[in-house]
């Protein structure tokens, strides 16, 4: 089945849904964390999920234009994983504990059934502004004529490969996500 905007979506919510389930740490701490650190692991588990979203759409579109089979979408996303799983997934677990925190504190102020939806709502609105940055990504990437998106596409899973659409210490998202996995991996 090839990879399309609504698997990714549905993959997405089904991994942060299960996420949420399991946090157990409040993320609304402005105190201990300062506003700028809290916007800056916002913005870090954003762009590695719309990261994640766009070479998965890369990949998924390069493999249409070139007429491969699935093993080829999944062998990119596979070797892009090996270097940018653990980032993704400190993006993941960052995105359920803010949808956890947002849940809780309705709970506390609404009731049960409001705290409930307005997780759900948070989580979709997270979900969809990751999808939807991630399709940016990939669509300025591919926004040549067929030549061009052609030629993108045959060097692409070299690039993956090679480092290229990595998140690397020289990211200024690297050094927030290194902090969610370093608590992540302390609990």
């Known amino acids: 089945m090839k990879l399309n905007k ?4 549905t993959c997405f919510l089904l991994q942060i849904m299960f996420l949420t389930s399991c946090a157990t740490t409040s993320v609304d ?3 201990a964390a300062g506003g700028d650190a809290m916007g800056a692991l916002n913005a870090a588990a954003g762009y590695a999920l719309a990261l994640n979203v766009s070479v998965r759409t890369v990949a998924s579109r390069c493999s249409d ?7 080829f979408t999944h062998g990119i996303v596979d070797d892009w994983e090996i270097n940018n799983g653990e980032y993704v997934n400190a ?17 506390e102020e609404f009731g049960q059934e409001k705290g409930q939806a307005a997780g759900a709502a948070a989580l979709t609105e997270l979900a969809e502004i990751a999808v939807r940055t991630g399709a940016k990504m990939a669509d300025t990437l591919l926004s040549g004529n067929r030549a061009e998106k052609l030629k993108i596409c045959n060097g692409f899973h070299d690039e993956v490969r090679g480092g290229h659409y990595d998140i690397t210490p ?8 290194t902090a969610i996995i370093n608590v992540r991996n302390q609990q």
């Open 65 to 71: 234009l070139l007429g491969r089979d699935d093993e």
């Open 6 to 9: 609504i698997s990714i979506v």
């Open 29 to 31: 701490d402005d105190s």
């Open 170 to 177: 020289q990211s200024e998202h690297h050094l927030p996500l």
């Open 91 to 107: 993006g993941r677990t960052w995105t359920a504990a803010r949808v956890t925190s947002i849940r809780r504190e309705t709970e």
